[in-house]
């Protein structure tokens, strides 16, 4: 089967393709200019990035790896925490004097989104603003700034370009990131998704799995299905195929060996989720369950729509699968109002669920979000201490949760080389890593066998199982 002329672009114009660039009527590229870009943020941060360079790419611009080199400096940006909003602006000002060379400087992102024209008065030498829902019209933005124009948005959260760009270069040679969920509708008084991206809209399952079937064309055995709460997929189309059946038709598609999702809300996982993952092995073992806190009082301050002992009901449907799944979580600590008490039940939540990893996080105020409003706020040493407190827990229980496993062989999809010799490393179906041992002279992006021969806190160590 011939792969789609826009998909083979994808590949061949990939860092260290440029050779074959003329081939593709994209020899001016040099001319046309360059860019670099950095990322802050998540998951679905990164695939973003991923589409603006093909967007990029595709219409002849080629990507260098320092703001030196290029003509164009973007910025795709996270505001989920006030740190990372600080990082981005502290980067800004380290450029400022870039702008006097002639470069451009872009916010792309939740922050871009988040502070709009406001970037301009904090950062005056910023040309570009432009959000997640109008990365397909970059091109346009770009000339309008290079035939003159100082400053250029784009910040509309239009439904119709969310999730598609002509080209999406894909960073990852072995995993695939895919949105198939923009926005978000739950309205948690901490966050600021919903203004930064907006309501919940969802791909068309067409869409989906054609991109799924070029991906498997193009080599790619795991993809990602990625969300603000990727478990509230509504399917657009008159199939209205549910988040469950999405995704035994993607691990149905020839050529895909794994299929993970993230993140999961608890309101939204339901129990066809867990009988999809019994049913198809291709569904990887991992559920990522953001909880945020154990006490049921911090959780209706967080306005999460579930309380804990709900919560729990989701974590045993999960633990009563017919085989293993990993859980894994977001905390956060120092909500305003949170007592000791409350955050002890957060510390028993832990021993009750034990979780095979978290994220966790002191809470942060946002613009426009509710919490705002809200007394009784924690001081920062006490909510430093806590975050503290929790991870030292959460470390002793994955301890003790990886050692368990030794003696177990699981299979490993190899993504890394150590510099050490002999000594390689991968993701287990479960999500765990895997740092292990052999003498293969080559294993990237192969599926082997590793027996666990003893684990840390964060990873599995073991050989590989020939």
């Not at 657009?236 to 995704?247: G, S, V, W």
């Not at 939540?349 to 009784?376: A, C, Q």
Request: net charge neutral.
């Amino acid at each position: 089967m011939n792969k789609p002329f826009d998909v083979e672009i994808e590949r061949l114009t990939a860092p260290g393709s440029e050779s074959i660039r003329p081939l593709l009527g994209l020899a001016q590229a040099p001319e046309r200019g360059t860019f670099f870009l950095e990322t802050f943020g998540c998951q679905m941060n990164d695939h973003d990035s991923e589409k603006v360079a093909g967007v990029l790419l595709a219409r002849g611009y080629r990507q260098v790896g320092t703001p030196d080199a290029a003509g164009l400096i973007l910025y795709n940006t996270c505001s989920i925490r006030e740190k990372a909003a600080q990082k981005v602006f502290s980067r800004l000002g380290e450029y400022r004097a870039k702008q006097s060379e002639g470069k451009i400087i872009g916010v792309l992102g939740c922050v871009a989104q988040q502070e709009g024209e406001g970037i301009f008065e904090r950062a005056p030498w910023v040309s570009l603003v432009c959000g997640s829902a109008s990365y397909r019209k970059l091109p346009e933005l770009i000339a309008q700034l290079e035939s003159g124009n100082h400053r250029v948005t784009g910040l509309e959260l239009d439904t119709d370009e969310t999730f598609e760009t002509e080209i999406t270069r894909r960073d990852n040679p072995f995993r695939a990131y895919l949105t198939i969920i923009e926005g978000c509708d739950k309205a948690c008084s901490y966050c600021v998704v919903p203004y930064t991206r907006g309501p919940e809209r969802s791909r068309a399952s067409d869409s989906i799995l054609r991109e799924v079937r070029q991906l498997a064309e193009l080599g790619y055995s795991e993809v990602q299905l990625l969300g603000q709460t990727v478990n509230s997929y509504a399917d657009p189309t008159p199939r209205k195929m549910r988040f469950a059946e999405l995704l035994l038709a993607v691990a149905e598609v020839p050529g895909i060996r794994r299929v993970r999702f993230t993140t999961s809300h608890p309101s939204d996982f339901t129990r066809d989720i867990v009988e999809a993952m019994e049913a198809q092995p291709k569904l990887c073992e991992h559920v990522h369950l953001p909880v945020q806190s154990g006490s049921t009082k911090v959780l209706r301050a967080m306005q999460r729509t579930y309380t804990r002992d709900e919560y729990l009901g989701k974590i045993a449907m999960i633990r009563s699968a017919r085989r293993p799944i990993a859980i894994t979580t977001d905390i956060i600590v120092g909500f305003p109002g949170e007592s000791e008490a409350n955050f002890e039940q957060t510390l028993s939540l832990l021993d009750e669920v034990g979780y095979d990893s978290l994220f966790s996080f002191k809470y942060s105020p946002r613009p426009n979000t509710p919490s705002l409003k809200l007394n009784d706020v924690i001081p920062e040493e006490e909510k430093s201490r806590r975050l503290a407190v929790l991870q030292d827990k959460q470390r002793e229980i994955q301890s003790a949760r990886n050692k368990r496993l030794t003696g177990e062989t699981f299979e490993v999809l190899v993504s890394g080389k150590s510099r050490r010799e002999n000594q390689w490393s991968g993701y287990t179906s479960s999500y765990r890593l895997a740092n292990f041992t052999s003498h293969a002279t080559e294993l990237l992006g192969t599926y082997v066998q590793v027996r666990v021969t003893g684990a840390t806190p964060n990873s599995l160590v073991g050989e590989h199982v020939v």
